[in-house]
């Protein structure tokens, strides 16, 4: 993968102790700290099971607890630095999709979020 290419990461809030609205806090949290970042364009997942033409209650037509963050290859591995260190402890599913390919990895403790950003690095760097 070249400098340029884009790799787009798709992180879902899903600890099963929580109720949907403090996943979906959880979400807004990490979203508002990403913005930060001049790297990254974040945005929320369009609920796909919206019907067309229906218009959205309260405003809210995308997935709860569900973001997408996008960098290029040479900020990635910031991005998953950054990631590990918020989200660690934290159940999480991270998606990653670059160069064709999609690699989704699920994590439900710190190790397991090291393992899953590692398995990411490895394949980002593939």
Known sequence: MSESSSIKFTIAFNDPKLDLQELERQAQGMMRELQRMDEVQVSRVPDPHLPEGSKSLGGIDFLMAVLTAEVNIANAQKLMTFLGDRLGGKPIELSVEGNG???????HSREELKVAIEAARDFIGS
């Open 101 to 107: 390919k999609k690699l989704t990895v699920k994590a």
